[in-house]
Every structure is written in structure tokens, then in C-alpha cells.
């Protein structure tokens, strides 16, 4: 059970009042000048059985020789020390995988359909539990993560049942004494590293796919979030995933690069799923040459948000609110350069400061009231606010926020009179900032959305049909949301393209990236 400790509480509040009750805190309090919370305990109150805090490794659970801190981002108070994986224990882990796989790749796809159908199953009956995990090391509101939670199990969901829709193909021969098959089979070893802002559902959209095709894996979660990989680790021992076939090796900063590169260069590894920066993306593929590794990556975007003149106003207002502002800015698909004809310009961003006034509200995520939670670090914070001030310094109108507040916490901010030199219309935000540019023809909404190295998703509202075609072919993106801002689902593919990655998540694609293709050429046939 955690509770707050007050001193350490006390720089992200305005004031506030400390009661004791048995054992937990309770804190009555007033987030930045904003109306009062609800009042109410507050306290990591799970399963003991999901709170697990070292590796897993063949089945079991192994601790490293030190361990590193999980911080809650709202308060800095500390959740959990976790084991402290080093390249010891991430060689274990992959060689336990490889052992493992020549086990599991023998399992009918039948088999290993119902065991991802019984870890799908656990997984919706801990969703609460392994929601208030991801609010406590991530920060985001407990109803998206249970929403986080939901989108989770989808993917094991979804797995399970493509397990057994693995077909290879008979292709007519070209000699009429020889038959030619076409088979799939699994790659191997596969290592999964993934990001802090969804903890869950980017290890099961990976995991889902690799082991229902017959692969092993070795997680690395992020540094800030490994306990909902821990989590669901347990869960998969419940289910009875065989030791070996799913491990999870957790790391501090300090030893992620040496864990990393292991798990990128080791030769008993076949593939690397990677989410994450377009950086460290390079970083992983510049190691995975080295042996000519099977990659498939999900690195950063930079998604253009575009209102013309023919949409419906109010719901493109709608679909900036629910892009932008999920999980307070803090995911690869979320919009970042918001492109609004002129003609409409003036209408959208009233309606738009109208509806983040009405409808954000900011504190920790496990209040009920609360929309917006912490960014992940103060690092992150500093990036929002210094996007911020370059834009000011060049011109930029601060229409609603625009503040660094204390801790982790930044204002919800929408700026007016932007142009394509700051630096916010440059680089990806991650955070909770809306830069506004006026624009006049489509084909100059076009050049400014496409003028990025980076493509993962794009989104526009119109009501001319000719038009959604014309821009929904055009934009140099993976993913197009049209008149709609959230549109990550299990059934449809999931990347992006140029700097923005290379493969596809999620979808009857998402499994092709764990298979190989063998050609089996039958010849000496009599006719």
C-alpha cells in the first residue's frame, strides 16, 4: 500500500490539509489554483500478487544485485524498487528464450491459442488492479487506464484467435514433375522494448503476435514502468505460458544502453520490436546490422492536424480535444501542428479555448475528476516549456495557459499566431500544447504537413468529399484519422513511414512480422 508523505507532496501544492486515517493518507487539496479535487484516500491498493518488483526469467523470479527506484510522477514519492537488470541477467533471459522456443514453436497453433485466450481472459478479470499500476508509474487518469487496460487485452484477443489463420500457400509449379509449397514459420527470439506512456498494451500488441506465430521474447519495459510488465507477467504464469517464453528483464537508465545493445546484438536473438524515439530507433538499427536482425520499429511523429474550411467545426474541435490532450499529450499519435483554414480560424480556436476551460482538469490521475494528469518527468516539462518560449519569443499569443506549474505538472496551452519556424512546428511536443497556424489553400496545408522526415499519423476534418480522397492519398503519413481524432484500434494496422518506423502493429499485418517464409520446391514427382 502506498500512501503520500506530505513533505514531499507539499512543492506540487497550492495548499492543502493532511488527515491520518488508519493507514492510509488523506489529502484534501487544490491543485494550482484549479477547483479542489475530491476528497478522498489515495493508495496503491493492488493484489500483492500483481505487485511484483523482480525480473522473470524462465518462469521464475530473479533479483538483480541492486535495484532502482518507480517513481510516481505526480509527487515524486517513491512506488516500488525494482530489480536492477544488467547484462548478466538480459543474457539469461535471451538464453532462456532460445531454449524455450524449440518447445513453444512445436505447440499446435491450437494450443497456443488457448493459452493467449486464458492470459487475455486474467487480464480483463485484474483491469482494475493493473489500471491503478499503470496511474501510478505513468500518471495518467485511472479511466484511461482502464481504457489502456481494455486496448491491452484486445491484442491477446485478437492473437489468439490469428494463431490458428497462419497459412502458407501452393503455387503452381512451372514443371509439371514438382510441386511448390510456400511455409511459415516463426523467426526465433524475439527482443520487445517499449515505451513508458503504454506500459501494457505495446508489450501485448507485440507479445500477442510473437507468441501466437510460435516466437519467445525477452521484455525490456521502460525505465519509468516496469511494474505493469511485471504485472502481466504473473498473469501469464496464471495462464500457463511455459517458462522461457516470456520474459521480462527491468533496468534504470543507467543500464538500459548496455541491456539494450545485448538484446540488439546477442546472435541467439532473431527480431527486435522496438517503440520509441526516431533516435534510439537509429541507435537499435545501427546494432541489429551488425547480425542483419529482423526489425520492425514505431518511433516518433509529429502528426499535422488539419481543419478546412468545408469541415463541421464543433467536431473537429472535439477530435483536437480527445488527440491532443489523452494521456496529457504524451503519445506518438497524438496531433501536434494544428493547421486551421482562415476562413473558419477565428470560430475553431474560440471554441476550442471554450472547450479546454470546460473540460480539462488537472491533478493526480487516480482522482475521478481528473482528465489530466502529470507529464512523466520534469524533463518533459522543460521541453514543453521551452517549445513555449521559443514560440512566444518569435510571435506566438498565449490564448489559454502557458505555465510550468510544480513537479511534473504542466497547464494545458494553446497558442495563436504561429508560424512553421518555431520550433514546437519543428519537433515533437509529447506534452500538452496546441500551436495553432492560419492557412489558405489546401495545397499549403499539404506542404506544411508533409514538410517532416517524420509520418506516423495525420489528421484532418472536411466535409467535401472530393477533398478527403485528394488529402487522404497525399498526406505522407501512415495512419490518416478523417473527422475523427482517436483511431488506434486491435484490428487495423499500427505504424508509420519515413523516419516514423518500419512495419505495422495490431491487424492480420501485425503477425507477418514474426514469420518467416520458407519455399519448399518437392521435385522427382511421376506424372
Given at each position: 500500500?502506498?500512501?503520500?508523505?506530505?513533505?514531499?507532496?507539499?512543492?506540487?501544492?497550492?495548499?492543502?490539509?493532511?488527515?491520518?486515517?488508519?493507514?492510509?493518507?488523506?489529502?484534501?487539496?487544490?491543485?494550482?489554483?484549479?477547483?479542489?479535487?475530491?476528497?478522498?484516500?489515495?493508495?496503491?491498493?493492488?493484489?500483492?500478487?500483481?505487485?511484483?518488483?523482480?525480473?522473470?526469467?524462465?518462469?521464475?523470479?530473479?533479483?538483480?544485485?541492486?535495484?532502482?527506484?518507480?517513481?510516481?510522477?505526480?509527487?515524486?514519492?517513491?512506488?516500488?524498487?525494482?530489480?536492477?537488470?544488467?547484462?548478466?541477467?538480459?543474457?539469461?533471459?535471451?538464453?532462456?528464450?532460445?531454449?524455450?522456443?524449440?518447445?513453444?514453436?512445436?505447440?499446435?497453433?491450437?494450443?497456443?491459442?488457448?493459452?493467449?485466450?486464458?492470459?487475455?481472459?486474467?487480464?480483463?478479470?485484474?483491469?482494475?488492479?493493473?489500471?491503478?499500476?499503470?496511474?501510478?508509474?505513468?500518471?495518467?487518469?485511472?479511466?484511461?487506464?482502464?481504457?489502456?487496460?481494455?486496448?491491452?487485452?484486445?491484442?491477446?484477443?485478437?492473437?489468439?484467435?490469428?494463431?490458428?489463420?497462419?497459412?502458407?500457400?501452393?503455387?503452381?509449379?512451372?514443371?509439371?514433375?514438382?510441386?511448390?509449397?510456400?511455409?511459415?514459420?516463426?523467426?526465433?527470439?524475439?527482443?520487445?522494448?517499449?515505451?513508458?506512456?503504454?506500459?501494457?498494451?505495446?508489450?501485448?500488441r507485440?507479445?500477442?503476435?510473437?507468441?501466437?506465430?510460435?516466437?519467445?521474447?525477452?521484455?525490456?519495459p521502460?525505465?519509468?514502468?516496469?511494474?505493469?510488465?511485471?504485472?502481466?507477467?504473473?498473469l501469464?504464469?496464471?495462464?500457463?505460458?511455459?517458462?522461457?517464453?516470456?520474459?521480462?528483464?527491468?533496468?534504470?537508465?543507467?543500464?538500459?544502453?548496455?541491456?539494450?545493445?545485448l538484446l540488439?546484438?546477442?546472435?541467439?536473438?532473431?527480431?527486435?520490436?522496438?517503440?520509441?524515439?526516431?533516435?534510439?530507433?537509429?541507435?537499435?538499427?545501427?546494432?541489429?546490422?551488425?547480425?542483419?536482425?529482423?526489425?520492425?520499429?514505431?518511433?516518433?511523429?509529429?502528426?499535422?492536424?488539419?481543419?478546412?474550411?468545408?469541415?463541421?467545426?464543433?467536431?473537429?474541435?472535439?477530435?483536437?480535444?480527445?488527440?491532443?490532450?489523452?494521456?496529457?499529450?504524451?503519445?506518438?499519435?497524438?496531433?501536434?501542428?494544428?493547421?486551421?483554414?482562415?476562413?473558419?480560424?477565428?470560430?475553431?480556436?474560440?471554441?476550442?479555448?471554450?472547450?479546454m476551460?470546460?473540460?480539462?482538469?488537472?491533478?493526480?490521475?487516480?482522482?475521478?475528476?481528473?482528465?489530466q494528469?502529470?507529464?512523466?518527468?520534469?524533463?518533459?516539462?522543460?521541453?514543453?516549456?521551452?517549445?513555449?518560449?521559443?514560440?512566444?519569443?518569435?510571435?506566438?499569443?498565449?490564448?489559454?495557459?502557458?505555465?510550468?506549474?510544480?513537479?511534473?505538472?504542466?497547464?494545458?496551452t494553446l497558442?495563436?499566431?504561429?508560424?512553421?519556424?518555431?520550433?514546437?512546428?519543428?519537433?515533437?511536443?509529447?506534452?500538452?500544447?496546441?500551436?495553432?497556424?492560419?492557412?489558405?489553400?489546401?495545397?499549403?496545408a499539404?506542404?506544411?504537413?508533409?514538410?517532416?522526415?517524420?509520418?506516423?499519423?495525420?489528421?484532418?476534418?472536411?466535409?467535401?468529399?472530393?477533398?478527403?480522397?485528394?488529402?487522404?492519398?497525399?498526406?505522407?503519413?501512415?495512419?490518416?484519422?478523417?473527422?475523427?481524432?482517436?483511431?488506434?484500434?486491435?484490428?487495423?494496422?499500427?505504424?508509420?513511414?519515413?523516419?516514423?518506423?518500419?512495419?505495422?502493429?495490431?491487424?492480420?499485418?501485425?503477425?507477418?512480422?514474426?514469420?518467416?517464409?520458407?519455399?519448399?520446391?518437392?521435385?522427382?514427382?511421376?506424372?
Open positions: 500500500m502506498l500512501c503520500f508523505n506530505l513533505q514531499s507532496y507539499l512543492p506540487v501544492l497550492i495548499m492543502g490539509s493532511l488527515y491520518l486515517s488508519g493507514s492510509r493518507c488523506i489529502l484534501r487539496q487544490v491543485f494550482f489554483g484549479l477547483p479542489s479535487m475530491l476528497q478522498r484516500p489515495y493508495s496503491l491498493d493492488v493484489s500483492a500478487q500483481l505487485l511484483r518488483t523482480r525480473a522473470f526469467i524462465d518462469g521464475r523470479w530473479v533479483s538483480a544485485a541492486s535495484t532502482f527506484p518507480v517513481l510516481d510522477p505526480a509527487t515524486g514519492e517513491e512506488i516500488a524498487k525494482v530489480s536492477d537488470c544488467g547484462t548478466m541477467e538480459a543474457q539469461d533471459a535471451v538464453n532462456a528464450a532460445y531454449k524455450a522456443f524449440h518447445l513453444w514453436k512445436n505447440h499446435t497453433a491450437k494450443e497456443r491459442s488457448i493459452l493467449l485466450r486464458k492470459w487475455f481472459e486474467l487480464i480483463n478479470q485484474h483491469k482494475e488492479d493493473l489500471a491503478k499500476l499503470i496511474t501510478a508509474e505513468c500518471g495518467k487518469p485511472m479511466k484511461e487506464s482502464i481504457g489502456e487496460m481494455t486496448y491491452s487485452a484486445s491484442f491477446l484477443e485478437w492473437f489468439s484467435e490469428e494463431a490458428r489463420r497462419v497459412y502458407g500457400d501452393i503455387v503452381a509449379p512451372s514443371a509439371k514433375d514438382r510441386k511448390i509449397l510456400l511455409l511459415k514459420q516463426p523467426v526465433g527470439v524475439a527482443s520487445i522494448i517499449t515505451p513508458w506512456n503504454f506500459p501494457s498494451a505495446m508489450i501485448t507485440k507479445v500477442g503476435a510473437a507468441l501466437a506465430v510460435g516466437c519467445t521474447v525477452v521484455v525490456k521502460a525505465e519509468n514502468t516496469p511494474l505493469s510488465a511485471l504485472a502481466l507477467a504473473e501469464s504464469v496464471q495462464a500457463g505460458i511455459p517458462p522461457g517464453v516470456f520474459n521480462v528483464v527491468p533496468c534504470s537508465r543507467e543500464k538500459t544502453l548496455a541491456v539494450g545493445e540488439c546484438t546477442d546472435p541467439l536473438v532473431a527480431k527486435i520490436s522496438f517503440t520509441g524515439s526516431t533516435a534510439t530507433g537509429k541507435i537499435l538499427l545501427r546494432h541489429a546490422a551488425g547480425t542483419v536482425k529482423r526489425v520492425s520499429m514505431e518511433l516518433g511523429g509529429h502528426a499535422p492536424f488539419i481543419v478546412f474550411d468545408s469541415a463541421d467545426v464543433d467536431k473537429a474541435v472535439a477530435g483536437a480535444m480527445v488527440s491532443k490532450f489523452r494521456n496529457s499529450g504524451q503519445t506518438c499519435v497524438c496531433s501536434n501542428r494544428f493547421l486551421v483554414q482562415s476562413g473558419i480560424h477565428d470560430a475553431f480556436m474560440e471554441k476550442l479555448a471554450k472547450a476551460d470546460a473540460e480539462l482538469k488537472l491533478g493526480h490521475g487516480s482522482e475521478p475528476a481528473t482528465t494528469g502529470p507529464l512523466i518527468n520534469t524533463r518533459a516539462v522543460e521541453k514543453v516549456e521551452n517549445q513555449i518560449a521559443d514560440a512566444v519569443a518569435q510571435g506566438a499569443v498565449i490564448v489559454r495557459g502557458g505555465k510550468r506549474l510544480e513537479g511534473s505538472f504542466m497547464q494545458p497558442l495563436s499566431n504561429v508560424n512553421t519556424d518555431m520550433q514546437c512546428m519543428r519537433e515533437e511536443t509529447f506534452g500538452p500544447l496546441i500551436p495553432l497556424v492560419k492557412f489558405n489553400t489546401e495545397q499549403e499539404l506542404a506544411i504537413a508533409n514538410a517532416s522526415p517524420v509520418g506516423l499519423a495525420g489528421y484532418f476534418y472536411s466535409r467535401d468529399i472530393s477533398q478527403i480522397w485528394r488529402v487522404t492519398e497525399q498526406m505522407e503519413v501512415g495512419m490518416v484519422g478523417v473527422n475523427e481524432g482517436l483511431i488506434s484500434t486491435t484490428e487495423t494496422s499500427f505504424g508509420g513511414i519515413k523516419q516514423s518506423g518500419m512495419g505495422r502493429e495490431g491487424s492480420k499485418y501485425g503477425i507477418d512480422e514474426y514469420l518467416e517464409i520458407k519455399y519448399m520446391c518437392l521435385g522427382g514427382l511421376s506424372l
